[in-house]
């Protein structure tokens, strides 16, 4: 019985990691990889370029939050 439980954890815990395993693949692949290849392989070579791109766009609203919030906290 306590196999089990234990097995069941270990599945519990493949389905928890699994999309957080595909995002991070998912950013550090290149278009073409992301494109041509299969979601849970790994890339051939790593690209941040896309996480570079979003944290340029991201950060004027991350500013503008922060100007917010933190005065009010």
Do not use: C
Not at 37 to 56: E, G, H, I, W
């Amino acid at each position: 019985m306590k196999i089990l439980s234990h097995l069941l954890i270990v599945i519990i815990g493949i389905f928890w990691a699994l999309p957080i395993y595909t995002l991070v693949i998912g950013v550090v692949k290149p278009l073409s990889d992301v494109l041509a290849t299969p979601v849970y392989t790994p890339p051939n070579r790593l690209d941040f370029s896309a996480l570079y791109k979003v944290a340029q766009e991201l950060a004027p609203v991350l500013l503008n939050t922060a100007l917010v919030v933190v005065p009010t906290a």
